[in-house]
């Protein structure tokens, strides 16, 4: 089974600077899909950025970008010039790439609440 | 990009009576779709987990003759609360996966459910 950890249950960032968000998880597979997901208040889950386990280029999108350390097990979440949508629980979530039972599931971490202050 | 549908975005109900939730896949066909269920400042916790045209695969713990989910078409899957009590109120989302993981997992808006 795989596990993910969010360590940071909360985190605020001011306006315009950049925030981290940490995440590591643990598994035995070794072709996987890593997920950042953006919860806003109004609790439509969109998603952020997305790594695949074989690509050792790390993913960006425009601010966001992730720090993936596979020996590690680390998936990190950089934000950059913060702004106040992105004040949000972010989540990060793993899904195995295999076929079969249970296959395609994500698992999520218990989020990290960032605040963005003006 | 794709979108999910859900309906309705909110729900009141009487306790002992039923509510059906329903999620549509608007622009793609969702082979497989997902329904969680999110406490206050909690996690989402998978329920279940269905393929179109088959029994959904239920996890440990949620009771498949509480939470019918019924998923006969590519693009519509629905979950109902049958007898609903108060203790089953909380937010339900539906997530679908296409045929292709090019994008992932699209998320339905989320239904939050008031059992009175």
């Known amino acids: 089974a795989q596990t993910v950890t969010q360590s940071q249950p909360e985190m605020s960032v001011q306006e315009a600077e950049t925030v981290t968000l940490s995440c590591t998880y643990d598994?035995?597979?070794?072709?996987?899909?890593l997920f950042w997901y953006k919860q806003p208040p109004s609790r439509q889950m969109i998603l952020v950025i997305r790594?695949?386990?074989?690509?050792?280029q790390n993913a960006t999108e425009n601010r966001f970008s992730v720090n993936f350390q596979k020996a590690a097990k680390s998936f990190s979440l950089k934000i950059s010039d913060s702004q106040l949508g992105d004040t949000a629980m972010y989540f990060c979530?793993?899904?195995?790439?295999?076929?079969?039972?249970?296959?395609?599931?994500?698992?999520f971490g218990k989020g990290t609440k960032l605040s963005v202050i003006p | 990009g794709a979108v999910v549908s859900q309906h309705p975005s909110w729900v009141i109900c009487k306790s002992g009576t039923s509510v059906k939730i329903e999620c549509r896949s608007l622009?793609?066909?969702?082979?497989?779709m997902f329904w969680y269920r999110q406490f206050p400042k909690q996690s989402l916790m998978l329920m279940a987990t269905?393929?179109?045209?088959?029994?959904?695969?239920?996890e440990q713990g949620v009771e498949k003759d509480k939470f019918l989910i019924n998923h006969a078409s590519l693009t519509l899957s629905t979950l109902t609360v049958t007898s609903a009590h108060p203790e089953d109120s909380s937010f339900y989302i539906c997530?679908?996966?296409?045929?292709?993981?090019?994008?992932?997992?699209?998320f339905g808006s989320g239904t939050r459910l008031t059992v009175v």
């Open positions: 790594q695949e386990a074989y690509k050792q």
């Open positions: 997530s679908a996966r296409g045929r292709s993981m090019l994008y992932g997992y699209t």
């Open positions: 598994t035995s597979e070794s072709n996987y899909y």
């Open positions: 269905s393929n179109e045209g088959s029994k959904a695969t239920y």
């Open positions: 622009d793609f066909q969702a082979t497989t």
């Open positions: 979530a793993f899904m195995a790439a295999y076929s079969g039972a249970g296959s395609y599931q994500l698992t």
